[in-house]
C-alpha cells in the first residue's frame, strides 16, 4: 500500500529516542508475535497510554506508533482476523465511516495534501501484524518522499505523537466525531 519510497528517517530518530537501534529491539511492537491490537482492544482504561483515539462497538482508531508521516492512523477492528474475508460486513462498514471520520479530524488538525489509505495483506506486502487486520490512514504532503519535504515536514515530525494525540481529541470533541459511537 504505501509508496516504498516514502522516505522516513525520523523512524530511527524514533527507534534511537527509545535506546534502540533496530525495530526488532523494541517490545510489544506490532513485529512481534504478541497482537497489541487485541490487547489495546481488551484494556479500555489504557486508551491514552495506548494512543487509542476512539474506539466503537467494533472497531479501535489509534496512533500509529511508528508513523510514515505524522498523524499516521489505524483503524482496526476488534476481531483478531486476517483478511476482509474473515470480517463481517458490519465490522467493514464501521472501519469505512471510521476512515471518513479520521480523515476529516486530520483535515482540520494538521491539513494533509492528500492520504493513502489502504490494508497490508500478509507478511509479503509488509504487513507487520498479519493475523490481524487493520487499515492504514497516512496524511501526503506534496513531496513529502523527497529531501526538501523532509524538512518542510520537521515541524510536523518534531510534534509529538501525544501532542497529536490531545489536538486529534480536541478536534473530534468540536466535530462531534466520530460518527458512530
Ligand atoms: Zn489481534
Request: aromatic residues 8%; proline residues 6%.
Amino acid at each position: 500500500m504505501l509508496n516504498n519510497n516514502l522516505w522516513a528517517p525520523w523512524r530511527i530518530e524514533y527507534l534511537k529516542s527509545l535506546g534502540k537501534e533496530k525495530e526488532n529491539e523494541i517490545e510489544g511492537a506490532p513485529w512481534t508475535k504478541k497482537c497489541f491490537l487485541c490487547e489495546y482492544w481488551n484494556n479500555p482504561d489504557q486508551d491514552r497510554e495506548n494512543l487509542v483515539l476512539w474506539r466503537t462497538d467494533r472497531c479501535l482508531v489509534l496512533f500509529n506508533r511508528f508513523p510514515y508521516t505524522g498523524g499516521h492512523l489505524l483503524i482496526a477492528p476488534r476481531d483478531h482476523v486476517p483478511d476482509l474475508n474473515a470480517l463481517d460486513e458490519e465490522a467493514m462498514l464501521e472501519m469505512m465511516l471510521l476512515c471518513r471520520d479520521a480523515q476529516s479530524v486530520l483535515d482540520q488538525a494538521n491539513h494533509p495534501q492528500g492520504y493513502n489509505i489502504g490494508i497490508n495483506i500478509g507478511r509479503c506486502s509488509g504487513a507487520g501484524l498479519p493475523d490481524h487486520v487493520h487499515l492504514h490512514l497516512v496524511p501526503r504532503w506534496e513531496g513529502d518522499t523527497n529531501f526538501m519535504s523532509t524538512i518542510g515536514n520537521a515541524r510536523m515530525i518534531s510534534q509529538s505523537i501525544e501532542e497529536l494525540y490531545d489536538q486529534l481529541t480536541e478536534i473530534a470533541e468540536q466535530l462531534k466525531l466520530p460518527t458512530k459511537k
